[in-house]
């Protein structure tokens, strides 16, 4: 139940990502969690659909929707499973927003239009196995030779890395020896068919077991001239300014992932009798569910109020932390009431709510943690 007025267009994208994750992606969840695998061939039925160019304006093959649609969107198939949603969440906020933004027009036709068919995956290479919170840290180097680079190092935490197809890594480009910290990194676009490209460790991991995590090795790593992203010593700006419309996506997978939770509290404990009487009849119980549906509800006005700031050309590096957080808040608090209402049933798998809980967890961490938000909100307070 959303309190933000939609359109016509807005409401029969949601009924449609509604539908498809009810039918294709929802009956699956449980199994792909058990075997820690996401069919391609669901991300491509996906890109059919248009769940991933859904921001992608039509020239480059998108649908051109207004961000709103795609928050929609992308809530409907978090609720179904929050491992589908992180790979249409990545595609559709982080590389192809940069190829979009800062790519040159001949990366945007080779990259971005299959990327927005749904045709080639997207993936987005930032974090270091020693450059995590502090990502301006990071050590992956590229070094001109001729008219390529040679790109050496590990990139880790990387969604959607055993079948990305398109892989937008920053790395830097200034001297080894004189780290300039953030201005000395660039943002590149590699193919995995680039020689000196592996892929490294597969996470082994407590929730989104079906969304392959990896680490991505460059071993002198050839890479075009042509496919450096914009300006020499921009790509950590890029990135950041990325990560704004990345966080309004996993705050709409946070607010799927506690709606879900929502759900499946109010129908157990509309049915589970405990004294006499369904649960539901507590206080404790309504409590539980009153406060759960409070937070959903205010999670959610935030993040439909900020993507209209959002299309309105507004910065929104401030109030899409502040999504991120809360909404992450969120699902966790959700997941956790949940456990707590079904009892002993929610700590088990053959229930729905031991998967929330654990893919909750990651949202609180992920493309900025919940204490990196509470920092960008702070500096952002200061400098309004
Ligand atoms: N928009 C535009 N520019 C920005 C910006 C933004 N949101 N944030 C920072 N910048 C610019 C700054 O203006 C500054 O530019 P100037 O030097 O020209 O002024 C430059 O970037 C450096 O900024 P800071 O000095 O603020 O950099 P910092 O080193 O202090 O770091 C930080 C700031 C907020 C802590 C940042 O490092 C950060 O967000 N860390 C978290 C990283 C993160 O979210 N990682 C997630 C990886 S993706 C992922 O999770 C995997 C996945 O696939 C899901």
């Known amino acids: 139940?959303?309190?933000?007025?939609?359109?016509?267009?807005?409401?029969?994208?949601?009924?449609?990502?509604?539908?498809?994750?009810?039918?294709?992606?929802?009956?699956?969840?449980?199994?792909?969690?058990?075997?820690?695998?996401?069919?391609?061939?669901?991300a491509h039925r996906m890109g059919a659909l248009g769940f991933l160019g859904m921001l992608i304006p039509e020239q480059y093959d998108g649908l051109g929707l207004d961000t709103l649609s795609y928050?929609?969107?992308l809530e409907e198939i978090a609720a179904a499973d929050a491992s589908a949603a992180v790979l249409m969440s990545v595609h559709n906020?982080?590389?192809?927003?940069?190829?979009?933004?800062?790519?040159?027009e001949a990366q945007r036709q080779r990259y971005l239009k299959p990327m927005a068919r749904g045709e080639s995956i997207g993936a987005f290479a930032l974090s270091e196995p020693e450059a995590g919170s502090d990502a301006s840290s990071l050590r992956c180097q590229a070094t001109r030779d001729g008219d390529d680079w040679i790109l050496t190092g590990t990139k880790s935490w990387v969604t959607s890395g055993t079948f990305a197809d398109v892989i937008l890594v920053m790395a830097r480009t200034d001297l080894p020896d004189a780290r300039r910290g953030s201005k000395g990194i660039s943002a590149?676009?590699?193919?995995?068919?680039?020689?000196?490209?592996?892929?490294?460790?597969?996470?082994?991991?407590?929730?989104?077991?079906?969304?392959?995590?990896?680490?991505?090795?460059?071993?002198?790593?050839?890479v075009p001239g042509a496919n450096l992203l914009g300006d020499e010593g921009q790509g950590f700006v890029y990135a950041?300014?990325?990560?704004?419309?990345?966080?309004?996506?996993?705050?709409?997978?946070?607010?799927?992932?506690?709606?879900?939770?929502?759900?499946?509290?109010?129908?157990y404990a509309a049915e589970r009798k405990q004294f006499g009487v369904p649960i539901k009849e507590f206080q404790a119980i309504q409590f539980k569910l009153a406060d759960m549906g409070a937070r959903i509800a205010s999670a959610r006005a935030l993040l439909h109020a900020t993507a209209a700031a959002k299309d309105r050309g507004e910065s929104v590096t401030m109030y899409g932390s502040m999504c991120k957080l809360l909404a992450s808040e969120t699902a966790m608090f959700a997941a956790t009431e949940a456990v707590q209402i079904f009892?002993?049933?929610?700590?088990?798998?053959?229930?729905?709510?031991?998967?929330?809980?654990?893919?909750?967890?990651?949202?609180?961490i992920y493309e900025g943690t919940s204490e990196i938000q509470r920092i960008v909100i702070a500096r952002e307070l200061y400098s309004a």
């Open 93 to 104: 906020s982080l590389p192809t927003q940069m190829l979009l933004n800062f790519g040159s």
């Open 71 to 73: 928050l929609l969107a």
């Open 188 to 222: 590149f676009v590699v193919t995995p068919d680039l020689p000196g490209f592996h892929v490294g460790k597969k996470e082994d991991k407590m929730g989104l077991r079906a969304s392959p995590t990896v680490q991505l090795d460059f071993d002198g790593m050839r």
């Open 240 to 267: 950041m300014r990325s990560l704004d419309n990345g966080r309004l996506g996993i705050a709409a997978q946070a607010i799927g992932i506690a709606r879900s939770a929502l759900q499946h509290s109010l129908s």
């Open 1 to 42: 139940m959303s309190l933000t007025p939609l359109t016509e267009t807005q409401a029969s994208i949601q009924q449609l990502a509604r539908g498809f994750a009810a039918d294709e992606i929802a009956p699956h969840a449980g199994r792909w969690d058990r075997e820690s695998c996401f069919p391609v061939s669901v």
């Open 343 to 364: 009892g002993g049933y929610g700590y088990v798998k053959e229930y729905p709510v031991e998967k929330l809980f654990r893919d909750a967890k990651i949202t609180e």
